[in-house]
Structures are given as C-alpha cells and as structure tokens.
C-alpha cells in the first residue's frame, strides 16, 4: 500500500510545489462560487455552520482563480493525461472556456446521478457534472461505461 500524506492547503498553492509531468491524474471537487450564492438565497446550508452543518474545512473556490487552478493543473499533469473537474452546470460554463485555454480538451461533462435529489426550492438537484478533460492523447481502456455514472 502506497504511503498517504493528507495536506490542508490552498489547491492552487500546493499544485505550486509539485514537480512539472509529474501526475498521472487530477480528480478535483472545488467548493465552487455558485454555491454561495444558493446559500446567501437560502437553499443550502452546506457552506456555513447552521445545525444541519458545522464545516468549517474549506473556503469558497471563486470563479476567477480557475485560470490559475487550470495552468497549475495542466502544468503538473503528465503529457496524455485525464482531468476531471466536479461542478454544478452554472461552473460548467465558466470553467470549460478556461481548461481550454490552459491547453486541456475538453471531451464532454460526464453526469453522476446521486440518486436522490439535493436541497432548495425549484427542481431540486440530484446530479452534478464532471467535466472531462484530456491533456495530450490517451484512450480510455473500458469504452462501455456510459456517461451517466
């Protein structure tokens, strides 16, 4: 079993210490910037102490550090590589156009159906999108698993 270091730290900053093409692979679930605003409306508490919750372990993830998150990411990445980036569909269209830019192809947004449905008022959410991006070319070695997970 390989050994484990758990790190509390700005994604970005720690991104910063790794080696160039030195990743095989990047799973990321940013607390992204759209879910504050749900909050401050009143449909999840997820990101505030309240009694449904008492997370304090992270800030929120704004919009406008994608650039840096992206190029970090890219950066570390392996040539031929896979990123995948969980959002809601309102940072989906934000961080698309931004992965690109930093070089990533983008295939298309995987759905994970969570099976029941989230909190807030209208058409309460019970999925979210991983973006599915590529650095260089590499095949996927199962082609039968479908695009709603």
Known sequence: ?????????????????????????????????????????????????????????????????????????YRVLKPNTHFYLFCDPETAFIAKPLAETAGFRFWKPLVWDKKSIGMGYHYRCQYEFVLFFEKGKRRLRDLSIPDVI
């Open 1 to 73: 079993m390989a050994d484990v270091d758990l790190t509390r730290s700005d994604a970005v900053a720690w991104l910063r210490t790794l080696r160039g093409e030195s990743v095989d692979l990047v799973i990321t679930d940013p607390p992204y910037e759209s879910l504050e605003k749900h909050r401050a409306i009143g449909t999840t508490t997820r990101l505030k102490v309240s009694k449904a919750s008492s997370n304090q372990w992270f800030s929120i993830f704004p919009n406008d550090r994608f650039p840096e998150l992206f190029a970090e990411t």
